[in-house]
Antibody, heavy 124, light 107 residues
Framework: EVHLVESGGGLVQPGGSLRLSCAAS????????MSWVRQAPGKGLEWVAN????????SYVDSVKGRFTISRDNAKNSLSLQMNSLRAEDTAVYYC?????????????????WGQGALVTVSS | DIQMTQSPSSLSASVGDRVTITCRAS??????LNWYQQKPGKAPKLLIY???SLQSEVPSRFSGSGSGTDFTLTISSLQPEDSATYYC?????????FGQGTKVEIK
């Protein structure tokens, strides 16, 4: 059974840093792209970043570029999100999500498994 | 970035009703469209991928259709456990954008 478990959330002051981790199990981690998706309190879902199977490609939403860094350790089945220069608007539940892939009916991706989420609160 | 717009933002329907939620993309995304269900305090759950493919173990009362810019999620016979917020999401390109959500309530 696929499991994704986030950790590292908490309260941080504006301008501070925090590192989120996601422990994956129940599937071959190195075969899949992985993503972080966040949800501000009472708001909708926002994709934050993703990373290719071998870590060679990474993408970010514009609002976090230059501040957040996604990484992975395939030997430890672990995904991370280093968040620097945090702002109040980064306050959200952060979900780790697997980029599932299907070749039928045509090649495409979707978020097929999600963690339970880690709450990050940026406040003084 | 591709903007995804859902309508309505919320709806209330009775058990057994047929419910339809629409999602419109700001440009053509072919069939690169996914639907998720989220209940309060829980992570989203994938319902439909590639616009019309039902995810494993999702009840058959859920169906998706559409291509290009206009898409639809249909619940053929609403059940009490379907009370949730539903999101569409495009996987045509990065950033992967979501609609703002449609909250479905049971009368």
């Amino acid at each position: 059974e696929v499991h994704l478990v986030e950790s590292g959330g908490g309260l941080v002051q504006p301008g501070g840093s925090l590192r989120l981790s996601c422990a994956a199990s129940g599937f071959t981690f190195s075969w899949f792209w992985m993503s972080w998706v966040r949800q501000a309190p009472g708001k909708g879902l926002e994709w934050v970043a993703n990373i290719k199977q071998d870590g060679s490609e990474k993408s970010y939403v514009d609002s976090v570029k230059g501040r957040f860094t996604i990484s992975r350790d395939n030997a430890k089945n672990s995904l991370s999100l280093q968040m620097n220069s945090l702002r109040a608007e980064d306050t959200a539940v952060y979900y780790c999500a697997r980029d599932g892939y299907s070749s039928a009916p045509f090649p495409q991706y979707y978020f097929d498994y999600w963690g339970q989420g880690a709450l990050v609160t940026v406040s003084s | 970035d591709i903007q995804m717009t859902q309508s309505p933002s919320s709806l209330s329907a009775s058990v057994g009703d047929r419910v339809t939620i629409t999602c419109r993309a700001s440009q053509s995304i072919s069939s690169y469209l996914n639907w998720y269900q989220q209940k309060p305090g829980k992570a989203p759950k994938l319902l439909i991928y590639a616009a019309s493919s039902l995810q494993s173990e999702v009840p058959s009362r859920f169906s998706g259709s559409g291509s290009g810019t206009d898409f639809t999620l249909t619940i053929s016979s609403l059940q009490p456990e379907d009370s949730a917020t539903y999101y569409c999401q495009q996987s045509y390109n990065t950033p992967r954008t979501f609609g703002q959500g449609t909250k479905v309530e049971i009368k």
